[in-house]
């Protein structure tokens, strides 16, 4: 069974950092590329990053760029999310999915391009 679990959220004041973890089991990792969502109560889904299989390329919401980094380590089967500078409006569920990529595909950041998901992990941020 394909399985992708996150960890590392938690209640953070505004400033803070937080790293979180997707781990994953279930699918040969590195033919995945992967992304990262979030969920605030009462809006949509939204797309955070993505990351290629090999970690070649990134991919940024504009309000998460210059803030948020992603990486993955394919070893490991895990990927990561680095947020600093953590602002109220990060408030939300944080989800990661991945999608099987073949070389050469371009990103994707819709959730419905996304064939697994996580349960989410929340990131609260106080003021």
């Known amino acids: 069974q394909v399985q992708l679990v996150e960890s590392g959220g938690g209640l953070v004041q505004a400033g803070g950092s937080l790293r979180l973890s997707c781990a994953v089991s279930?699918?040969?990792?590195?033919?995945?590329?992967m992304g990262w969502f979030r969920q605030a109560p009462g809006k949509e889904r939204e797309f955070v990053s993505a990351?290629?299989?090999?970690?070649?390329?990134?991919y940024y919401a504009d309000s998460v760029k210059g803030r948020f980094t992603i990486s993955r380590d394919n070893a490991a089967n895990t990927m990561y999310l680095q947020i600093n500078g953590l602002k109220p409006e990060d408030t939300a569920d944080y989800y990661c999915?991945?999608?099987?990529?073949?070389?050469?595909?371009?990103?994707?950041?819709?959730?419905?391009?996304?064939?697994?998901w996580g349960q989410g992990t929340q990131v609260t941020v106080s003021s």
């Open positions: 990351i290629s299989r090999t970690s070649t390329m990134t």
């Open positions: 999915a991945a999608r099987i990529s073949p070389n050469g595909s371009r990103f994707y950041s819709n959730t419905r391009d996304y064939e697994y």
């Open positions: 279930g699918l040969t990792f590195s033919n995945y590329a």
